[in-house]
């Protein structure tokens, strides 16, 4: 009985603090998913920004739960802009370019969309989780 308690222990890795880290981080990514757009409009309501003060923006208000990288962020403002959600401009008055995002009308429409539809999803989530 030992060996087979042995055999099963070598596959098991112990819960270190970098595993337990990936865990958490795996679970808030698979929540944010389909969030992503709402949290980025969200963010650009406040005024228009470039795409680095989006993602510092998103990190500071989420007080660093969402630390979310560049190859997640920039796909998803480009994909906002093709959708007519978000218009683009250059900024050359610095010693970068940097590109400037800002909300169009439809993605003020968009975003009030879908605060209504986080407010019903989080109320049953609350409801149903005993908060």
Excluded: C
């Excluded at 630390?67 to 683009?88: C, F, K, V």
């Amino acid at each position: 009985m030992s060996i087979q308690y042995s055999k099963i222990q070598s596959f098991i890795k112990p819960l270190t603090p970098s595993i337990a880290r990936y865990m958490i981080d795996s679970m808030i990514g698979e929540a944010l998913k389909g969030h992503l757009d709402l949290l980025l409009l969200a963010i650009l309501a406040e005024g228009p920004a470039h795409g680095y003060a989006v993602i510092e923006s998103l990190r500071n208000r989420s007080n660093g739960t969402f630390d979310l990288p560049e190859g997640t962020i920039y796909p998803a403002l480009h994909r906002l802009e093709n959708q007519g959600l978000l218009r683009s401009s250059w900024l050359e008055d610095s010693a970068r370019r940097k590109r400037i995002y800002q909300l169009t009308p439809k993605g003020q429409q968009m975003l009030v969309k879908r605060q209504e539809e986080w407010k019903t999803f989080s109320k049953a989530i609350n409801a149903t989780v005993g908060i």
